[in-house]
């Protein structure tokens, strides 16, 4: 699992099970098992690729999903939850489901860095004032919509710290997300663990 490598396939026509005739193995992801919540993340990545990309390849969910399990192998603990979170958001964006933080998902409005942004699960993204009334919203502080746009990479600078709860919420919206936009109601196991922290202490 996780593992990188060139697979060799015998295509048979006729068949649509073919012949895994050898598998040259390029990257084994060992750093991943330092800790829980690096390879819980990296199941997500794969289970995302799994249940989201198309049967046909795609190389640009592949590269980002690789360098995703690189950096998760490679960051401090202290960034981990932010670069687990960036690149859970890199990959929805990769797959076709980015979703709009600096405008109006409704009728495209821009949205300004340094006010509430007020999100939307259903609609896809973020909602001007306007459009944000009579419909149910998750309004995050001033803060709060600043980590997103720097999670989804609207803006460049340093990957917020976050403390246990902040990360917890963050968890939250971009889990709820993948569920209602990719998730097409099938049980994502690797997501529900990565999201309630299951291997943590309460
Ligand atoms: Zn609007």
Known sequence: MLSGGTAHILHRDSRDLHTLTAFDLQSLPVRLTRDVGRYATGTVLAELMLRVAPAEPHPEGFLVLRDALRRLEEAEAPA???VALERV???VSALGF????D???R???PLLPG???AW??????ALCDRCARGTEVTVLPPEGGAALRRLVRIEEGPLPRFDPKHAAAHRRLVARYVRHHLGEGA???ALDFWQQRAWAPA
Do not use: I, Q, T
């Not at 980015?98 to 933080?101: G, Q, T």
């Open 103 to 105: 405008r109006c998902v």
């Open 98 to 101: 980015a979703p709009a933080v």
């Open 107 to 109: 009728d495209g409005r």
């Open 115 to 117: 006010e509430e942004l």
């Open 89 to 91: 958001w890199a990959l």
């Open 120 to 125: 939307s699960v259903s609609e896809g993204g």
């Open 187 to 189: 049980p994502l196991a």
């Open 80 to 82: 981990l939850e932010a």
